[in-house]
């Protein structure tokens, strides 16, 4: 459900006029402009008409969930961790698929003719989990604190960061199960990096106090 790219099958006239090659779509409606990835030659097609399905998608987000509904083209394949754009009354948001619902149960992936429901949660804007322990280095007097960022905000193994009012150094990132392009679950060497929406849980050392007090 690749909403950022628009690419059709089409023969193109100047190199491949008895056969289908791929063309990226620059401008929609009525005749629509087109071009051709393997010559780049550019001109106008009527582009074939796109099948669509209504699903029911029940969106995570905050801690709490609702439901709506979204089209999905009905030829589609979908599948965990991929992420489309939900158009609400309130807002545009951005979806990752966390699990797909179909009679059989839940799946990882599926022809989007048999889900029934798309279990999801809104990326672009994100809260991060994050522990905590004193620079002075007693990990048995830990804290924990969540982060409100952008889906896209990217935290780096050794690198200090000034965020919501804490000062910190990553020193681990425990990535979701969802999230993909990671060789380890867990990252903990300098220069390892996750963006937010990738991230089950920060490990951080504060470098604002060396110890907390109960009081």
């Known amino acids: 459900m690749d909403e950022t790219t628009a690419r059709v099958a089409l023969p193109c006239p100047?190199?491949?006029?008895?056969?289908?090659?791929?063309?990226?779509?620059?401008?929609?409606?009525g005749r629509a402009t087109v071009r051709c990835i393997?010559?780049?030659?550019?001109?106008?097609e009527e582009l074939p008409e796109e099948h669509t399905i209504e699903r029911k998608v029940v969106v995570s987000q905050g801690g709490d969930s609702f439901s709506d509904s979204v089209a999905v083209p009905a030829e589609e394949t979908?599948?965990?961790g991929e992420e489309f754009l939900l158009e609400t009354e309130e807002a545009i948001l951005t979806v990752r698929i966390t699990s797909l619902e179909h009679d059989?149960?839940?799946?990882?992936?599926?022809?989007?003719?048999?889900?029934?429901?798309?279990?999801?949660?809104?990326?672009?804007?994100?809260?991060?989990?994050v522990t905590a322990h004193p620079k002075s280095g007693e990990h048995d007097e830990t804290r924990s604190f969540d982060l409100q960022v952008p889906g896209d905000y990217?935290?780096?193994?050794?690198?200090?960061?000034?965020?919501?009012?804490?000062?910190?150094?990553?020193?681990?990132?425990?990535?979701?199960?969802?999230?993909s392009g990671y060789d380890f679950d867990k990252l903990?060497?300098?220069g390892d990096g996750a963006v937010a929406k990738d991230i089950k849980r920060l490990y951080v050392r504060d470098e604002t106090t060396s110890a907390w007090s109960a009081w």
């Open 188 to 190: 903990d060497h300098d």
């Open 14 to 29: 100047a190199c491949s006029p008895d056969r289908e090659t791929v063309h990226e779509v620059l401008s929609e409606g």
């Open 104 to 129: 059989e149960g839940r799946t990882d992936e599926a022809a989007a003719e048999a889900v029934d429901t798309i279990w999801g949660r809104a990326v672009g804007n994100v809260s991060v989990s």
């Open 78 to 80: 979908l599948a965990v």
């Open 154 to 179: 990217e935290f780096t193994v050794g690198e200090t960061d000034e965020l919501g009012g804490e000062e910190f150094t990553v020193e681990g990132v425990l990535i979701r199960d969802d999230a």
């Open 38 to 44: 393997d010559c780049s030659h550019v001109h106008k």
